[in-house]
């Protein structure tokens, strides 16, 4: 992203996102070279404000809080100085460590971000937390989700599948046609290399992290334990017809897509969204689903996706539960929401996976 053109000497700001970090960078508009700021810091930076050379940056980590919103604060000024000056550093407290991996399959590889708690208060859990887009990445800046989770015992994988940011273009077209298939692969695969350290896996999605988490529940139906689900994808015949974004499910499928004459879809076409969606997976589905929607959701309306994929978990005797609200949309990103979906998912890991072992234990010595 641009951060600025104000005129810094022909120069330009630009943070990059890359692998797993966010980078700032100093961009020679006529010869094209560029100069990567403080890289020796192996933490996410983040452009907060510029005038000319002067420029605000933060930089955070997973796992360090502060006082800044669990971030660093910086500044410099870089036609005098290369050095920075700390204005708010990290506090060393953390919540465990974190790690970035790089995974191979079919020849292709693609990385992902391991948060742990401390070791006092593991509850030998891994939470795969799947972003949306699918065109976003997981990067090792600090999100208060996943702190919150390791700060209640959880592991937290982020995988960067394929189609995902900072893996370059040809990751990112490789998913067009390919979506419920190469996306649910990659991300499958990264899991199995690191879940034997858990007794449960359970998964944590949004929109087409949503998508993914319903596939892999309904392809792997032995492998996951719970999982939690926000404003998922999981028809795109129905989601072409109602959402406010009808592109992406042309262009994920690999269909023809015009903007200015959308297409009426062949039966062809629909068949194919059919064959991708995590519908058709939803007799297979046998954990708990906790599904979490916004009432005023327009890019994936609740009623033709999450409601209905609710609708026929309990029809079919799948433990689950809805939570709706009301006034927020696709994001779910109001305040008092965000805090509640959190929490409503972290009970929904314990009731389904400590609290009805402790009962099976307890009935167990009668």
């Not at 879809?265 to 046998?286: F, G, H, N």
């Not at 994936?300 to 609200?325: A, N």
Request: glycine letters at 8%.
């Amino acid at each position: 992203a641009v951060v600025s053109t104000q005129s810094t000497g022909g120069h330009v700001i630009v943070v990059s996102e890359e692998g797993t970090a966010t980078f700032i960078v100093n961009l020679d508009i006529e010869s094209g070279e560029r100069v990567y700021l403080y890289p020796e810091r192996r933490m996410c930076l983040d452009v907060v404000d510029q005038d000319g050379p002067r420029i605000l940056f933060s930089f955070s980590l997973p796992n360090p809080v502060s006082s800044c919103y669990k971030q660093g604060l910086c500044y410099v000024d870089i036609s005098t100085s290369d050095d920075a000056v700390d204005l708010i550093a990290c506090n060393p407290d953390r919540a465990g460590e974190h790690s970035t991996m790089s995974f191979y399959r079919d020849d292709r590889e693609y990385n992902g971000i391991l948060l742990k708690p401390g070791a006092d208060q593991d509850l030998k859990t891994l939470v795969v937390s799947i972003h949306g887009g699918p065109h976003v990445l997981n990067t090792t800046a600090f999100r208060p989700d996943h702190y919150l989770l390791s700060q209640l015992g959880y592991s937290v994988l982020m995988v960067n599948f394929t189609g995902s940011l900072g893996l370059g273009r040809e990751s990112v077209a490789a998913i067009s046609g390919q979506i419920g298939d190469v996306d649910v692969k990659d991300v499958h695969h990264a899991v199995e290399e690191i879940s034997g350290d858990y007794d449960h896996v359970v998964l944590m999605g949004s929109s087409h992290g949503g998508f993914l988490a319903a596939h892999l529940i309904g392809q792997y139906p032995e492998f996951y334990s719970a999982a939690s689900i926000r404003n998922p994808v999981v028809n795109l015949v129905t989601f072409a017809g109602v959402s406010d974004m009808p592109d992406w499910a042309y262009w994920t499928a690999g269909l023809p897509y015009d903007s200015y004459k959308p297409p009426v879809p062949t039966a062809s076409e629909l068949a194919v969204m059919m064959e991708k969606s995590p519908i058709r997976y939803v007799d297979k589905v046998t954990c708990p689903v906790l599904v979490i929607v916004g009432a005023k959701d327009l890019q994936v309306p609740p009623t033709s996706q999450g409601v209905t994929y609710y609708r026929y978990l309990k029809s079919r005797g799948v433990p689950c539960d809805m939570r709706v609200y009301p006034e927020d949309g696709h994001p779910l990103s109001g305040v008092p929401c965000r805090a509640d979906h959190l929490m409503q998912t972290h009970r929904w890991f314990l009731t389904h996976l400590f609290m009805k072992k402790k009962e099976e234990e307890e009935e167990g010595k009668f």
